[in-house]
Protein backbone atom coordinates (compact mmCIF):
# COMPACT_ATOMS: atom_id res chain seq x y z
CA UNK A 1 0.00 0.00 0.00
CA UNK A 2 1.04 3.25 -0.80
CA UNK A 3 -0.01 6.46 0.51
CA UNK A 4 1.65 9.73 -1.33
CA UNK A 5 0.69 13.02 0.52
CA UNK A 6 1.37 16.43 -1.06
CA UNK A 7 0.17 20.05 0.21
CA UNK A 8 1.05 21.56 3.48
CA UNK A 9 3.17 24.20 4.43
CA UNK A 10 2.79 27.84 6.01
CA UNK A 11 -0.51 29.76 6.30
CA UNK A 12 -1.61 32.32 8.14
CA UNK A 13 -4.37 32.88 10.80
CA UNK A 14 -7.50 32.90 8.55
CA UNK A 15 -5.81 31.41 5.65
CA UNK A 16 -6.03 28.25 3.56
CA UNK A 17 -3.97 25.38 2.59
CA UNK A 18 -5.20 22.15 0.80
CA UNK A 19 -3.63 18.45 1.35
CA UNK A 20 -4.49 15.47 -1.15
CA UNK A 21 -3.47 11.68 -0.51
CA UNK A 22 -3.49 9.00 -3.64
CA UNK A 23 -3.74 5.86 -2.38
CA UNK A 24 -2.80 2.92 -4.16
CA UNK A 25 -1.79 -0.97 -3.93
CA UNK A 26 -4.66 -2.09 -1.85
CA UNK A 27 -7.71 -4.03 -2.59
CA UNK A 28 -10.03 -3.51 0.03
CA UNK A 29 -13.99 -3.20 -1.07
CA UNK A 30 -14.41 -1.43 1.92
CA UNK A 31 -12.30 1.05 3.68
CA UNK A 32 -11.96 4.76 5.40
CA UNK A 33 -9.55 7.02 3.56
CA UNK A 34 -8.90 10.41 5.17
CA UNK A 35 -6.74 12.47 7.56
CA UNK A 36 -5.36 12.37 11.06
CA UNK A 37 -3.29 14.93 12.62
CA UNK A 38 -0.84 15.00 15.43
CA UNK A 39 -0.39 18.65 17.31
CA UNK A 40 2.73 19.67 19.33
CA UNK A 41 2.84 17.48 22.49
CA UNK A 42 -0.39 15.66 21.81
CA UNK A 43 -1.62 12.37 20.47
CA UNK A 44 -2.78 11.61 16.56
CA UNK A 45 -6.69 12.62 16.35
CA UNK A 46 -8.89 12.35 13.67
CA UNK A 47 -9.36 15.40 11.15
CA UNK A 48 -12.03 13.92 8.30
CA UNK A 49 -12.22 10.44 6.80
CA UNK A 50 -14.96 8.71 3.97
CA UNK A 51 -15.97 5.20 3.96
CA UNK A 52 -16.33 3.77 0.85
CA UNK A 53 -18.42 2.25 -0.31
CA UNK A 54 -20.86 3.84 2.17
CA UNK A 55 -20.00 6.99 0.87
CA UNK A 56 -19.80 8.36 4.94
CA UNK A 57 -17.76 11.39 5.83
CA UNK A 58 -17.01 11.89 8.93
CA UNK A 59 -15.67 15.24 10.42
CA UNK A 60 -14.05 16.25 14.06
CA UNK A 61 -15.97 18.39 16.05
CA UNK A 62 -12.97 20.75 15.92
CA UNK A 63 -13.00 20.73 11.92
CA UNK A 64 -16.37 21.13 11.30
CA UNK A 65 -17.72 24.16 8.84
CA UNK A 66 -13.86 24.72 7.93
CA UNK A 67 -12.58 21.59 6.72
CA UNK A 68 -13.95 19.91 3.66
CA UNK A 69 -13.30 16.76 2.79
CA UNK A 70 -13.44 15.10 -0.98
CA UNK A 71 -12.31 12.31 -3.30
CA UNK A 72 -12.07 12.26 -6.84
CA UNK A 73 -13.60 9.74 -9.15
CA UNK A 74 -12.07 6.89 -8.22
CA UNK A 75 -12.55 6.86 -4.76
CA UNK A 76 -8.28 6.60 -4.33
CA UNK A 77 -7.44 10.71 -3.74
CA UNK A 78 -8.42 12.58 -1.09
CA UNK A 79 -8.24 16.48 -1.07
CA UNK A 80 -8.57 18.21 2.83
CA UNK A 81 -9.40 21.48 1.93
CA UNK A 82 -8.18 23.74 5.14
CA UNK A 83 -10.29 27.21 5.26
CA UNK A 84 -10.13 29.68 8.69
CA UNK A 85 -6.88 28.14 9.24
CA UNK A 86 -5.73 29.03 13.42
CA UNK A 87 -2.59 28.81 15.06
CA UNK A 88 -4.33 25.35 16.75
CA UNK A 89 -4.36 23.79 13.27
CA UNK A 90 -0.11 23.51 13.39
CA UNK A 91 0.30 19.83 13.43
CA UNK A 92 1.70 17.55 11.42
CA UNK A 93 -1.10 15.69 9.14
CA UNK A 94 -1.03 12.27 8.39
CA UNK A 95 -3.12 10.59 5.64
CA UNK A 96 -4.44 7.48 6.42
CA UNK A 97 -5.84 4.13 5.06
CA UNK A 98 -7.56 1.29 7.39
CA UNK A 99 -10.30 -1.30 5.92
CA UNK A 100 -11.97 -0.86 9.01
CA UNK A 101 -11.09 -4.21 10.34
CA UNK A 102 -8.01 -3.80 12.13
CA UNK A 103 -5.96 -3.01 8.74
CA UNK A 104 -4.26 0.63 9.01
CA UNK A 105 -1.77 2.50 6.97
CA UNK A 106 0.40 5.70 6.91
CA UNK A 107 1.23 8.33 5.37
CA UNK A 108 4.61 10.13 6.27
CA UNK A 109 3.08 13.28 6.88
CA UNK A 110 3.20 16.49 5.89
CA UNK A 111 4.11 19.22 8.00
CA UNK A 112 1.17 22.60 8.39
CA UNK A 113 1.94 25.54 10.26
CA UNK A 114 -0.36 28.22 10.78
CA UNK A 115 1.28 31.58 12.04
CA UNK A 116 1.34 35.45 11.08
Known amino acids: VQLVESGGGLAQPGGSLRLSCAAS????????LGWYRQRPGKGRELVAD????????NYSEFVKDRFTLSRDNTKRTVYLQMNSLNPEDTAVYYC??????????WGQGTQVIVAS
Open 50 to 57: IITPLDIT
Open 25 to 32: GFTYDTYA
Open 96 to 105: YLSNLGGVEN
